[in-house]
């Protein structure tokens, strides 16, 4: 017999979003991994689970630690994988110990949580029955550039995560290749502070430079097609 490993969608934000089944299995699994360890620790506070063994997991380390959970996994732990926020394997390095230990014939189970991707979806009012989801974009302008005239020419919404550092400077590129489509912008969501705008690029570069727009937390930005 073998452990299983457990990919846990855990909130974005509100500490309530976690599911009746996320709450279970972090009860009776042997090993968390979380990118955070001090994030995953406030959930664990909350709802009184107590005495748990866990591990830092980071993108760099992810190879590595991968070796670890299949040794743990093979000797009949059950562990499970989260992430700081959302579902693990986006935009995260869950994804690298899921691959590892499929490839080891080792069973992976998820329980579905909360994720930034599909709120600010479900919230943008535009029509969404496909789009792009490229998560962070080239920290290079030069490649940012390139990659936004890319999905440019797709003519898809497309779905971007940005940091608070970088908004400005992401958000003048788009209106460069994108020109006047609309864009939705929610940061901090499901937070006390969540807010959502709507805009063509100009009015929400405006929103910014005014401080309407505080530049904290994380951003998740949504561009419209050409016609909606």
Do not use: W
Not at 33 to 50: G, M, N, R, S, W
């Amino acid at each position: 017999m073998s452990g299983r490993l457990y990919v846990i969608g855990t909130p974005v934000g509100n500490l309530e979003d976690i599911t009746l089944r996320a709450l279970k299995t972090l009860r009776e699994v042997d090993i968390i991994y979380a990118e955070t360890p001090d994030k995953i620790k406030k959930i664990l506070y909350k709802y009184e689970i107590k005495n748990k063994l866990i591990h830092r997991l980071r993108e760099f380390e992810a190879f590595k630690k991968s070796e670890t959970i299949i040794q743990e996994l093979k000797n009949d732990k059950n562990v499970a994988v989260v992430s700081d926020s959302g579902t693990p394997g986006i935009q995260d390095p869950g994804n690298i110990v899921v691959d590892k230990v499929l490839l080891e014939n080792l069973k992976v189970v998820p329980i579905p949580g909360a994720s930034a991707l599909n709120i600010a979806v479900s919230i943008c009012g535009f029509r969404c029955d496909r789009f792009i989801f490229e998560g962070f974009l080239p920290v290079r302008v030069s490649k940012k550039r390139k990659r936004l005239q890319e999905l440019y020419d797709l003519n898809l919404p497309v779905v971007i995560f940005e940091s608070p550092y970088k908004i400005k400077k992401t958000l003048e590129i788009i209106k460069e290749i994108f020109k006047n489509r609309k864009i939705c912008i929610a940061r901090e969501m499901t937070k006390i502070y969540e807010e959502i705008y709507r805009g063509n690029c100009e009015d929400l570069l405006n929103k910014i430079y005014s401080n309407e727009i505080p530049l904290k937390g994380e951003f998740t930005l949504i561009i419209n097609k050409e016609y909606d």
